[in-house]
């Protein structure tokens, strides 16, 4: 089965009001190529899913957004994210605020088919008073109250790997491939867009294989974009591109996001985008953080 | 008690924020922000070696890593895989101890890290969000470091969101004891404090070199709980400096504070 495909064609599968799923971690392996297709397209009403960074904030800038379901937002070297304060702060998304664990959970309630995973984490905070629409249950086994964490089901995922074969084998070789397996499994259709499309001989070698944290029958397309996770890292191919996120969170001081994406998407295909950020070398060169 | 003006406030700090980690045992270490990562490695390196703590990116390891750029020949101590995933595991079996930095924290201990003011539809000013603030502090211990002590950070009402979970009888769970709940210590510019007062109220343990009891109550915006002589917060030893000196090569908790003041400030 031949599962490539464009980014024009991923977002064609996509509408209007769709809860989407976003893999990465802040400013690490998103995939952002994906995200700037939809900034190009009428795309709109979404429901994000995300451990966000820039992907939630340049979604929210330009008014896709209609729900936001997180944990923080955040360029962890810039700890706060300009659009999606800016969002906030304008009133202009709902939220579902969750703790990073609890987002885990939803994610795997919806991969296992659960309608809820019960946890404490969320007791006694806001998380549970500022959502109604997380409940309370009793447990059948102990006097204590617990959180039922929803599933969150997801109609699309959206995601970057280091590389992956035509049949939708998805490796990711970083140091941590985030909760990007559960993004996989939680979503009706997975699309992945990725730095190398090899053979699936590629994978053959235990020490290779080892780095494949789904199964192919999770991932619905594959989209070849060497590069495609910048601005955000793609370890251990490439890091973070600190001066163009600087440049990124400078356009909410002035000029705001229309400047931005007028210049890096509006009329600009993912060619031209990598011709302005200095091309696929330049990506490539881009050192790796130090923690 | 020598060279009592050669060490900086930073370090007094990081000096005071490594107890909260004494007599914790086998638990994973995690100090965010310059002054508890040094502080959380401090501990490790000296009085309880059995201390685990992560790379900040996906590894145990087995000695704490330098902060910073470090040569090309450094190989980290790896003992296992770590990525967030398996954190969350870690955190939910309770065997960790988180040193964080809030916005505000409340007189129930409860703490804040998401949104300011106005409401929660339309906050006055978003931060980062809830992050892992909830369900660390129903798994495991707790600590703060606040490094500008004011009634800006301690305030005098409720938090405005409350992030992580406090000593606040109206929001125990049910089947919860209050006595669950584990806010450790509260390390500031200005003091130590704890929240081992009766019921649950805040306490001044000690006072950094040259501030007063005033100082503290009056950038604090609740009532702390001031008993007896208060000591003054223990100033590194020449080992401790040394050892601090080491895990941070570059000099990046001379950055951390305000024009980076003397730890001694009696002068």
């Known amino acids: ?291 | 008690m020598s060279n009592s003006s050669n060490y900086s406030l930073a370090e007094l700090c990081i000096v005071a924020c490594a107890e909260a980690f004494r007599g914790e045992g086998e638990v994973l270490a995690t100090g965010i922000g310059v002054i508890p990562r040094i502080a959380a490695s401090l501990a490790m390196k000296t009085f309880n070696p059995d201390l685990m703590m992560t790379d900040s990116e996906a590894w145990l390891l087995a000695e704490p890593n330098p902060l910073g750029p470090r040569d090309s020949d450094f190989q980290q101590q790896n003992e296992t895989w770590m990525g967030y995933s398996r954190v969350f595991d870690n955190v939910w079996s309770g065997r960790r101890h988180a040193m964080l930095g809030p916005t505000q924290v409340d007189r129930f201990g409860q703490s804040n890290t998401s949104a300011l003011g106005g409401t929660y539809e339309q906050p006055k000013v978003m931060m980062l969000g809830a992050r892992g603030f909830p369900g660390n502090s129903i798994s495991h211990p707790n600590s703060f470091f606040v490094p500008a002590h004011s009634s800006r950070v301690f305030i005098a009402g409720e938090c405005d969101f409350v992030s992580s979970v406090g000593y606040n009888p109206d929001r125990l769970p049910k089947g919860h004891s209050l006595d669950d709940i584990d806010v450790r210590l509260i390390v500031t510019d200005l003091c130590v404090m704890d929240f081992k007062g009766p019921g649950h109220q805040a306490r001044l343990v000690s006072l950094h070199p040259g501030i007063s009891a005033e100082q503290v109550v009056d950038n604090t915006g609740f009532e702390v709980l001031i008993e007896g002589e208060i000591p003054i917060t223990a100033s590194p030893t020449p080992e401790q400096l040394a050892i601090i000196a080491q895990l941070d090569p570059h000099n990046s908790r001379a950055k951390q504070l305000k024009d980076n003041p003397p730890g001694d400030r009696r002068a």
């Open chain 1, 1 to 291: 089965m031949d599962k490539q495909m464009t980014a024009q064609q991923v977002v064609s599968e996509l509408r209007n009001g769709m809860t989407v799923g976003i893999g990465g971690w802040g400013p690490r392996r998103k995939p952002m190529a994906l995200v700037r297709e939809i900034l190009r397209s009428d795309l709109q009403d979404l429901t994000l899913v995300s451990y966000g960074g820039a992907d939630v904030g340049m979604l929210c800038a330009a008014g896709k957004v209609k729900k936001l379901i997180f944990a923080f937002v955040s360029l962890d070297f810039i700890p706060l994210e300009p659009y999606f304060r800016q969002a906030r702060q304008a009133g202009a998304i709902d939220v579902l605020e969750l703790d990073e664990g609890m987002l885990l959970l939803g994610l795997r309630a919806a991969a296992w088919g659960c309608p809820f995973i019960p946890t404490q984490v969320g007791l006694g905070t806001d998380i549970v008073r500022k959502s109604p629409e997380l409940q309370l249950v009793d447990s059948p086994y102990d006097d204590k109250e617990w959180v039922a964490m929803p599933a969150l089901n997801l109609d699309a995922s959206l995601i970057h790997v280091d590389r992956a074969d035509a049949r939708g084998v998805c490796q990711i070789k970083g140091a941590d491939h985030y909760m990007d397996d559960w993004f996989a499994r939680a979503a009706q259709k997975t699309y992945v867009s990725c730095d190398e499309l090899v053979p699936t001989s590629a994978f053959n070698h235990p020490d290779e294989a080892r780095f494949v944290f789904w199964e192919r029958s999770q991932t619905s397309g594959v989209v070849p974009i060497p590069g495609g996770a910048h601005p955000s890292s793609c370890a251990p191919l490439y890091g973070f591109d600190v001066a163009h996120f600087k440049e990124y969170t400078g356009s909410a001081k002035e000029g705001g996001f229309s400047a931005y994406a007028d210049k890096y998407i509006n009329g600009q295909s993912e060619s031209d985008y990598q011709k302005l950020v200095g091309g696929l070398e330049a990506i490539r060169a881009l050192p790796l953080p130090t923690y």
